[in-house]
């Protein structure tokens, strides 16, 4: 069976082919970066509009890397929450659109079901029962995860998501956006203990996040520094690398611990941050656990999580019919 998946929730139009046999047959992204820079984030009506050019050119480009026609598809898998709605409706409408034409079935996929089974196309891919973080610029969640649609949360963000928290202090740090791969980059240069951020919930009873202080103390040191010493902005933004990557680890060791389990998958766009790969790294070496990542390809938004999420979806639901709506705001846990 080959899936076709398409991925707009927010700023990056993905479009992959997808085989139950051949797995990954072909993938295709595009990155609205460029176009969001002057903006410092997402402008939402140039994504929906931007995502409108780039769909079916994509998939063109699918099918001539996987030498196939749109013939070929026999399913079709579309994000439809939570995301973006306007970004959302250029996603949905062209993948139904797509399923009627061409007379195959449709099957709206949830964005973080996605990034949770990514890891299935690595290589070992995890087994279940595992559980899972999941940290983007949108979301930071704990999920036990005991099979394709059965999934649990444990824990979740009560306010910014870590890859908020990154973009925002990107921002302060006048570093532009995205903000991620750019503080992480001034980490690297910075004095280690010379600036301590506090480590938000750290020490709580229950595996829930927050990050909103955090980005006050930031914005609070870096009023206090001196903007054109650029050794005062490595040191901050190593000191608020290290609390991140703290509390996430910190977090995720608590909740194997507290469900008895030693396979911990990591997935998202924050996923791919080499600090917090390091750490786990290291934590797993340390506690005998076993770490999944994606492929670092396929960590950011893409239409490969797409359609592997909707192979299993359709492996254990009916198709929709034609008529869809989009949600922006869904759980997780909801969509199981």
């Not at 908020?164 to 980059?185: H, I, M």
């Not at 996040?209 to 005062?232: H, M, P, Y």
Request: proline residues 5%; aromatic residues 6%; negative net charge.
């Amino acid at each position: 069976m080959l899936i076709l998946g398409i991925e707009t929730s927010c700023d990056e139009t993905g479009v992959a082919l997808y085989d139950r046999d051949a797995g990954l047959v072909a993938h295709a992204l595009h990155s609205q970066i460029d176009m969001h820079q002057a903006f410092g984030g997402v402008v939402p009506e140039l994504a929906s509009r931007d995502h409108i050019r780039r769909v079916l050119p994509l998939l063109d480009e699918c099918l001539r890397q996987a030498g196939r026609t749109r013939k070929d598809i026999d399913a079709i898998a579309v994000t439809i929450g939570p995301g973006l709605a306007g970004a959302l409706l250029v996603g949905a409408g062209i993948g139904y659109a797509l399923g009627w034409a061409l007379e195959r079935p449709v099957v709206g996929v949830h964005h973080l079901e996605g990034h949770l089974l990514s890891p299935l196309m690595a290589e070992p891919a995890p087994e279940f029962p595992f559980v899972a973080l999941l940290v983007s610029g949108g979301h930071t969640q704990l999920m036990r995860v005991d099979g394709l649609g059965d999934y649990a949360l444990l824990g979740e963000t009560v306010d910014d998501a870590a890859g908020e928290a990154f973009d925002k202090t990107a921002q302060l740090l006048g570093l532009g956006y995205p903000g991620g791969p750019a503080v992480s980059r001034l980490a690297d240069f910075g004095t280690a203990g010379a600036v301590r951020f506090p480590r938000p919930l750290l020490h709580s009873k229950d595996l829930n996040f927050s990050f909103s202080g955090l980005k006050t103390a930031v914005l609070t040191a870096v009023r206090r520094i001196d903007n054109t010493c650029e050794q005062a902005k490595a040191d901050i933004a190593l000191g608020f690398v290290d609390a991140v990557v703290d509390v996430l680890a910190t977090k995720a060791l608590a909740a194997l611990a507290q469900v008895g389990l030693n396979r911990l998958v990591v997935a998202g766009g924050v996923g791919a941050n080499r600090q917090l790969r390091e750490r786990l790294e290291n934590e797993a070496r340390a506690h005998d656990l076993k770490l999944f990542f994606p492929p670092l390809a396929l960590c950011t938004d893409n239409g490969a999580m797409i359609a592997r999420a909707g192979l299993a979806r359709l492996e254990r639901q009916a198709p929709d019919g034609l008529a869809f709506a989009v949600r922006p705001r869904w759980n997780l846990a909801d969509a199981a």
